[in-house]
């Protein structure tokens, strides 16, 4: 049931039981956004059992060996786009500094402390087991595919929207 050569793919239904030959013809926002759902679920809750959080991580990495440290300001700038609202980076900011992982210096510079760097470490391990689960079975060459796939259907959107 393939289309033929050249043209437009039908677009059906979403159905988690689309066999492989009807894939095609599936939504990529449903697929996309389930993967994106399962995947970040999975890594919060392995995250939440050491009590952390996928913010609190973000900030501990970008803290992590840039050549100046950061301005409380500048993370919370960076990060926003990647939280649940607005607000949230600069009370993760707080939270690590509450915590012991994060220190400010007198030019109000954000640095690790090394609790916070031991955490930083803890947690990268933690993620590269939850990533060895998340691609069991998928070569890094179908992964790469996948991405350039999904990266070139965001530029195709964005190209049209801007038209």
């Given at each position: 049931m393939k289309p033929p050569t050249g043209t437009a793919t039908d677009q059906a239904p979403a159905d988690p039981a689309a066999t492989d030959d009807m894939l095609?013809?599936?939504?990529?926002?449903?697929?996309?956004?389930l993967a994106h759902?399962?995947?970040?679920q999975h890594l919060r809750d392995a995250m939440a059992r050491i009590d952390v959080t996928q913010p609190q991580y973000w900030v501990l990495n970008r803290l992590n060996g840039g050549s100046s440290a950061p301005s409380r300001e500048e993370v919370v700038v960076q990060l926003t786009p990647l939280a649940d609202g607005p607000h949230e980076m600069?009370?993760?900011v707080d939270q690590l500094v509450h915590r012991g992982w994060l220190r400010c210096d007198a030019g109000h510079r954000?640095?690790?402390?090394?609790a916070g760097e031991a955490a930083r470490v803890?947690?990268?391990e933690l993620v590269t087991e939850v990533r060895a689960v998340v691609h069991e079975g998928?070569?890094?060459e179908e992964y790469v595919a996948a991405l350039k796939v999904l990266r070139r259907m965001v530029a195709n959107v964005e190209g049209a929207g801007s038209s």
């Open positions: 095609a013809t599936q939504p990529v926002g449903y697929w996309s956004g759902g399962v995947v970040t600069g009370r993760v954000l640095h690790l402390t090394e803890r947690l990268r998928i070569s890094d």
